[in-house]
């Protein structure tokens, strides 16, 4: 289907992986660690001493992804799907206790193709961010897609738990603007959104990834943006109680901005200076894009946040395109295509949270002063951790709390990186929260699994829709075939 339509369509995107010949690699491969570690993201997940893959399989079609699926159970291997390999906790790469399994890899199945006229675009779910961007952008100045913000995020896990970006204040979540889908099964059968049934098509949009089986391609809304946005990023610097009283204040700001404005916060440990907090300084920065000119920014923002000191020197405008290419830290429009480039690699434990009503100041200095203690930045901004505050509210609000998995919506201020949450993102994978621990390949699941998981992970990710998960996940993979650490247990 994807080879006929090869040479009408445009753009059609190259693909930059060297191994792009190969189906599959095994242990005893030249390529393995290769192909293994190329996508990595948490490189506590690369270390030697965790379980490697019996095979790395990498389809090249939705046949080869069918045969794939079915191969692994006939050789009872347990089945783990990578897309972007972002997992922060490593799942489309390992298993729990050491149970033997194949990666299928899909990072050969990253074609785009780009309908303007229709504003949607089918794209194969092991494309990157960065690759659907910069088709959606090449095809069109005035089209964009609401997803998150680092390019090499594969879709098949960031669609799978939502996809929050710059644009979801206006547009939703990556989930909300799904059109269709085609899912491979655990008996290898490709479903459509017709086919697979409404409960199956509302728990892949943010249900989380690996659950329901592999989502082959998604057919996907665009959206309208204007030929020219505003971006900015403000770094503050000042006494801790100073820039306090500036993430309090953003706190009743952000989430109550226009739709058409993003401003999040981006709070490094480690003071100002070399050595932690020397000076007792301590530096916030505000990035932001709104949908409209300089002047609009400007004045709105000067109105709504007057403690920020904007000025029009630090606001730019430029397309949609390039403003992507920015925010992943890319320095052309055209990076965004190569799916080496712009790969965050580090060891990180991430933990999110959202908030509902907005912190004191006098908490949030705390919290500051705290933080300021940490690590400093080293070189790459390696070294440091952060809290990122990414808000809420806009079309995020409007969206009803049962219309995808993803039930944090109405009454969410901002998502938040915090200790001890309460609630949290299934994009943010978080294992602390609980585990399936799974001893077989497939199989295992029993009321007592399903009640475990309910009461520890399940209501953080996904409070009431909980139930109406495993519901779907006993329809679609009653054998569970797909399964994770977090993945939804069938009954
Ligand atoms: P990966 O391939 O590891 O898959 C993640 C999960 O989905 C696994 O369980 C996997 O089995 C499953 N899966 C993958 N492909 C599948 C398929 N085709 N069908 C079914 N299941 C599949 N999030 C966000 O919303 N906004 C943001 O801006 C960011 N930014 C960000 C930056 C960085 C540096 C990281 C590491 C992560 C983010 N994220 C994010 C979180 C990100 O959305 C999350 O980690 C996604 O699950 C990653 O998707 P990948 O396909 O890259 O991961």
């Given at each position: 289907?994807?080879?006929?339509?090869?040479?009408?369509?445009?753009?059609?995107?190259?693909?930059?992986?060297?191994?792009?010949?190969?189906?599959?690699?095994?242990?005893?491969?030249?390529?393995?660690?290769?192909?293994?570690?190329?996508?990595?993201?948490?490189?506590?997940?690369?270390?030697?001493?965790?379980?490697?893959?019996?095979?790395?399989?990498?389809?090249?079609?939705?046949?080869?992804?069918?045969?794939?699926?079915?191969?692994?159970?006939?050789?009872?291997?347990?089945?783990?799907?990578?897309?972007?390999?972002?997992?922060?906790?490593?799942?489309?790469?390992?298993?729990?206790?050491?149970?033997?399994?194949?990666?299928?890899?899909?990072?050969?199945?990253?074609?785009?193709?780009?309908?303007?006229?229709?504003?949607?675009?089918?794209?194969?779910?092991?494309?990157?961010?960065?690759?659907?961007?910069?088709?959606?952008?090449?095809?069109?100045?005035?089209?964009?897609?609401?997803?998150?913000?680092?390019?090499?995020?594969?879709?098949?896990?960031?669609?799978?738990?939502?996809?929050?970006?710059?644009?979801?204040?206006?547009?939703?979540?990556?989930?909300?603007?799904?059109?269709?889908?085609?899912?491979?099964?655990?008996?290898?059968?490709?479903?459509?959104?017709?086919?697979?049934?409404?409960?199956?098509?509302?728990?892949?949009?943010?249900?989380?990834?690996?659950?329901?089986?592999?989502?082959?391609?998604?057919?996907?809304?665009?959206?309208?943006?204007?030929?020219?946005?505003?971006?900015?990023?403000?770094?503050?610097?000042g006494p801790v109680e100073l820039i306090a009283g500036l993430i309090h204040?953003?706190?009743?700001?952000?989430?109550?901005?226009?739709?058409?404005?993003?401003?999040?916060?981006?709070?490094?440990?480690?003071?100002?200076?070399?050595?932690?907090?020397?000076?007792g300084n301590v530096?916030?920065?505000?990035?932001?894009?709104?949908?409209?000119?300089?002047?609009?920014?400007?004045?709105?923002?000067?109105?709504?946040?007057?403690?920020?000191?904007?000025?029009?020197?630090?606001?730019?405008?430029?397309?949609?395109?390039?403003?992507?290419?920015?925010?992943?830290?890319?320095?052309?429009?055209?990076?965004?295509?190569?799916?080496?480039?712009?790969?965050?690699?580090?060891?990180?434990?991430?933990?999110?949270?959202?908030?509902?009503?907005?912190?004191?100041r006098r908490?949030m200095a705390g919290?500051v002063r705290?933080?300021?203690?940490?690590?400093?930045?080293?070189?790459?901004?390696?070294?440091?951790?952060?809290?990122?505050?990414?808000?809420?509210?806009?079309?995020?609000?409007?969206?009803?709390?049962?219309?995808?998995?993803?039930?944090?919506?109405?009454?969410?201020?901002?998502?938040?990186?915090?200790?001890?949450?309460?609630?949290?993102?299934?994009?943010?994978?978080?294992?602390?929260?609980?585990?399936?621990?799974?001893?077989?390949?497939?199989?295992?699941?029993?009321?007592?699994?399903?009640?475990?998981?309910?009461?520890?992970?399940?209501?953080?990710?996904?409070?009431?829709?909980?139930?109406?998960?495993?519901?779907?996940?006993?329809?679609?993979?009653?054998?569970?075939?797909?399964?994770?650490?977090?993945?939804?247990?069938?009954?």
């Amino acid at each position: 289907h994807w080879r006929r339509r090869r040479r009408r369509t445009q753009p059609l995107l190259l693909p930059h992986l060297p191994w792009r010949h190969e189906l599959h690699s095994l242990p005893t491969s030249p390529s393995y660690a290769t192909v293994l570690n190329s996508s990595i993201s948490n490189l506590r997940f690369a270390l030697p001493d965790v379980g490697k893959p019996a095979a790395v399989v990498l389809p090249a079609s939705k046949r080869d992804l069918q045969g794939a699926v079915l191969c692994a159970r006939n050789s009872s291997l347990a089945i783990r799907v990578r897309s972007g390999g972002h997992s922060y906790e490593g799942l489309s790469y390992t298993t729990e206790n050491r149970v033997p399994f194949v990666v299928i890899d899909l990072a050969n199945l990253n074609r785009v193709r780009v309908d303007a006229g229709s504003a949607t675009a089918w794209a194969e779910s092991g494309a990157t961010l960065g690759e659907l961007y910069y088709a959606v952008g090449r095809s069109s100045r005035s089209l964009a897609f609401s997803a998150g913000s680092c390019s090499t995020i594969g879709l098949g896990g960031i669609v799978s738990g939502g996809g929050f970006g710059l644009l979801s204040r206006k547009f939703g979540l990556a989930a909300d603007n799904v059109l269709d889908a085609v899912l491979v099964d655990a008996d290898g059968r490709a479903l459509d959104r017709a086919t697979m049934g409404r409960d199956v098509f509302w728990a892949i949009r943010g249900g989380g990834g690996g659950s329901w089986g592999v989502v082959y391609a998604w057919k996907l809304r665009l959206v309208p943006v204007p030929r020219n946005v505003t971006v900015f990023s403000l770094g503050r610097t000042g006494p801790v109680e100073l820039i306090a009283g500036l993430i309090h204040r953003w706190q009743f700001v952000a989430p109550s901005l226009p739709d058409d404005f993003y401003l999040s916060v981006y709070l490094p440990t480690g003071g100002v200076g070399s050595s932690s907090s020397s000076d007792g300084n301590v530096s916030v920065s505000f990035s932001g894009q709104v949908l409209g000119p300089k002047h609009r920014a400007l004045s709105a923002l000067r109105q709504s946040f007057p403690e920020l000191g904007l000025t029009e020197s630090e606001l730019a405008e430029t397309s949609w395109l390039d403003a992507t290419a920015q925010f992943a830290g890319l320095d052309t429009a055209a990076d965004l295509s190569n799916r080496l480039l712009g790969r965050s690699k580090q060891y990180f434990k991430g933990k999110s949270d959202y908030v509902r009503s907005p912190i004191s100041r006098r908490a949030m200095a705390g919290i500051v002063r705290y933080l300021s203690t940490g690590p400093p930045r080293q070189g790459q901004g390696q070294g440091a951790g952060y809290v990122i505050l990414d808000p809420y509210g806009g079309a995020m609000a409007r969206i009803g709390s049962s219309d995808t998995p993803c039930p944090h919506r109405a009454g969410t201020l901002y998502g938040v990186q915090y200790q001890e949450p309460r609630a949290a993102y299934v994009n943010y994978l978080d294992l602390d929260l609980g585990t399936n621990n799974w001893t077989a390949s497939v199989g295992g699941s029993s009321e007592a699994a399903v009640a475990r998981a309910r009461s520890s992970w399940g209501v953080a990710y996904f409070g009431d829709n909980f139930n109406r998960l495993v519901r779907a996940k006993t329809a679609v993979d009653p054998g569970n075939v797909f399964n994770n650490a977090q993945s939804i247990p069938p009954l």
